[in-house]
């Protein structure tokens, strides 16, 4: 009865089915329809992710994440880092960052394997992320050496910009304020190069904190006006969703 529906829905509104995947994925689900399942529940899943509906969400890729391992397709790991780096970053906002951890740790596996130095650079940066918000300094400096050791590999502009950025933020952690502006300059260059407004400003913002921590007063106020000036354009994502 459950897969009846879900065809049902499925052939009556094929250019709409958006407003229905997430009772699509509850109906395939019942039908023990693995492989739909996983196809509606990381999609909803990713809907309320986007709306910072957090624990939809985190539900939804659960969700997916129990058809996925019913069907044991190693073929479907691409699906497999998709769902873990994204359930990790909204754990990450209910603060659950033992969890989100676990789940950047499951994608950096299964890319590692696959040779997706894409997806390998991601799930990096997020465990960086993620030490950082634990105060495990050494282990964000460490995490990031591993992307920025390997630039040379025509790595993605914007994680390596956030490595950078998260290697600078470590370094002013351990009042390394040379070093820190050193990566943060790198990624403010990048960032600049790719137009890329939003992670240009985060390295404003924190080349502002560290000069800042010199007392250097004036190059801390010129960086976080260029910072505000550009975040007009935008809301920071992780602000809405800690808002939630």
């Known amino acids: ?106 994608a950096l596996n299964l890319a590692q394997v696959n040779d997706d130095q894409g997806s390998t650079a991601v799930a990096y940066n997020l465990m960086a992320e993620i030490r950082y918000r634990q105060g495990a300094i050494d282990e964000v400096q460490a995490l990031t050496q591993n992307i920025l050791n390997n630039e040379d590999k025509n790595l993605d502009d914007d994680q390596l910009a956030r490595a950078y950025i998260w290697a600078g933020w470590a370094a002013g952690s351990k009042l390394d304020y040379s070093a820190g502006l050193e990566y943060l300059q790198k990624a403010r260059d990048i960032s600049a190069r790719a137009n890329n407004n939003y992670r240009l400003a985060l390295a404003l913002e924190a080349i502002s904190f560290l000069y800042y921590g010199q007392r250097n007063l004036e190059n801390a106020l010129e960086a976080m006006q260029k910072s505000v000036d550009l975040s007009r354009n935008f809301s920071t994502p992780v602000n809405i969703g800690f808002a939630q």
């Open 1 to 106: 009865l459950h897969e009846q529906f879900a065809l049902y829905l499925e052939k009556t509104y094929p250019g709409d089915l958006g407003r229905f995947i997430d009772v699509l994925a509850y109906h395939y689900s019942r039908a023990a329809n693995h492989r739909q399942a996983v196809q509606y529940a990381i999609l909803a899943a990713d809907d309320a992710r986007h709306i910072f509906a957090n624990r939809e969400a985190i539900d939804l890729y659960t969700l997916a994440e129990t058809h996925l391992n019913a069907l044991a397709d190693e073929d479907l790991w691409e699906t497999a880092v998709h769902l873990h780096l994204s359930r990790g970053n909204v754990l990450i906002l209910l603060g659950d960052l033992a969890t989100a951890f676990a789940d950047a740790e499951k």
